[in-house]
């Protein structure tokens, strides 16, 4: 790549840049005179994970009980076909 190609394209980065940041503010201004929240705020509080439920040791107790009893049948079944 020249020179000339790799300025060019730094320069056409920046441009785009401050157009992004331009429309970013519009959209954020807009938004605001509606009463709605700012799109950048609602993605981050949906990327941050929410807090783990906990389970009783009885819960995975009965959850354990049911798959070692599907896995029984399923193996039951398997050795019944062969």
Do not use: C, F, V
Not at 45 to 66: E, F, L, Q, V
């Amino acid at each position: 790549m020249s020179t000339n190609d790799h300025a060019l394209l730094e320069a056409a980065l920046i441009g785009y840049q401050h157009q992004a940041q331009q429309l970013t503010e519009k959209i954020a201004d807009i938004q605001r005179q509606l009463g709605t929240k700012a799109p950048l705020a609602a993605a981050a509080k949906a990327a941050t994970p929410g807090k783990r439920r906990a389970m009783s040791a009885a819960a995975r107790k009965r959850i354990a009980a049911a798959q070692k009893k599907r896995w029984a049948e399923y193996h039951r079944l398997k050795e019944a076909k062969s």
